[in-house]
């Protein structure tokens, strides 16, 4: 069983940081500002994250920056609430094989975000625990939104609901207003919506289906990136009733999962689970869907 390391670092523009490793994987986590999760890749290897510390947003007379990597947000989106800066230090401690990490409580929402992760010992997974907290003196009702921004160039794979219910429907998908249906970056599929990074489209799409599988997976650099959740079926979730979610641009695809709504009472918390795998030497795979169905057969049911 290999040891974890835990050690402190600067890393790059992105100031000090908790690298945990395994000697398998490497997770670095931001402790200058965040919750940020802003590194996660095979140990000496490249970032399947996507690092962009230039793009930002003018919030009141602040900066949000999207810096890139993991991040955890409350649904459903708004601005300002959504693009609150996250600049400050965050709390953080050792807890057994990871770290915790606890943002200030925001000024504007009165919500505190607070991450743990979790590191395997033998493997590449990594367990992430998200919690909110609501510090209002009344109850909100919100959801937790967990953000992943891969690096460009990759595919990504999202599993449709296979349910047979007869007459009535058995799949719904949310659009945004930016979002073309026949965008060339998308493969509406029969089992399978397959979503391909070009770094030349800068024109966003987002959609969101209710992902009752609670998987997703997006292959980079010879190597499959895979999101693990639970989908509570019959739970009332943003967006019409989806509980994933995913957004691309030219310098990255956003991978999202949701809980399902939560009226929160005073000093209540909401916590919604994920848990990542990285698998190496895995070819991407082509637009066919039985190649597809191969490659899930191999890398996603039988780990």
């Not at 993991?70 to 959504?82: D, G, K, V, Y």
């Not at 965008?183 to 959609?207: A, C, E, S, V």
């Not at 190597?223 to 943003?238: C, D, L, S, T």
């Amino acid at each position: 069983m290999n040891e974890i390391n835990n050690d402190i670092i600067t890393y790059k523009e992105f100031g000090k940081c908790v690298k945990l490793t395994n000697d398998i994987v490497d997770v670095i986590i931001t402790i200058d500002f965040g919750p940020r999760v802003i590194f996660y890749g095979f140990t000496g290897k490249q970032n399947e994250f996507c690092e962009c510390p230039s793009v930002s947003k003018t919030v009141w007379d602040k900066e949000w920056k999207i810096r890139g990597g993991h991040r955890l947000w409350h649904s459903p989106e708004a601005f300002p609430r959504s693009y609150i800066p996250d600049n400050d230090p965050v709390e953080w401690k050792n807890v057994k094989d990871g770290i915790k990490i606890k943002q200030k409580v925001e000024v504007y929402s009165q919500v505190q975000k607070e991450i743990e992760i979790i590191l395997s010992h033998d493997s590449s997974k990594v367990k992430i625990v998200h919690s909110l907290k609501n510090k209002n003196a009344w109850p909100i009702k919100i959801a937790a939104w967990a953000l992943t921004l891969l690096a460009p160039g990759g595919k990504e794979i999202v599993p449709q609901s296979q349910r047979d219910t007869g007459l009535l429907s058995n799949r719904i998908v949310a659009l945004w207003p930016y979002s073309r249906m026949d965008d060339p970056r998308i493969i509406w599929g029969n089992k399978y919506i397959i979503l391909t990074h070009d770094p030349n489209m800068k024109q966003p799409f987002k959609f969101g289906i209710p992902n009752e599988a609670g998987w997703v997976a997006y292959f980079n650099h010879n190597n499959v990136f895979i999101k693990r959740y639970n989908h509570q079926m019959g739970a009332e979730y943003p967006d019409f009733g989806v509980s994933f979610e995913t957004y691309t641009t030219d310098f990255m695809i956003e991978i999202e999962s949701l809980s399902p709504f939560k009226i929160l009472e005073p000093e209540d918390t909401i916590t919604h689970v994920e848990e990542w795998e990285l698998i190496k030497n895995v070819n991407m795979p082509s637009n066919n869907e039985e190649e597809i169905d191969k490659c899930v057969e191999k890398y996603l049911c039988s780990h």
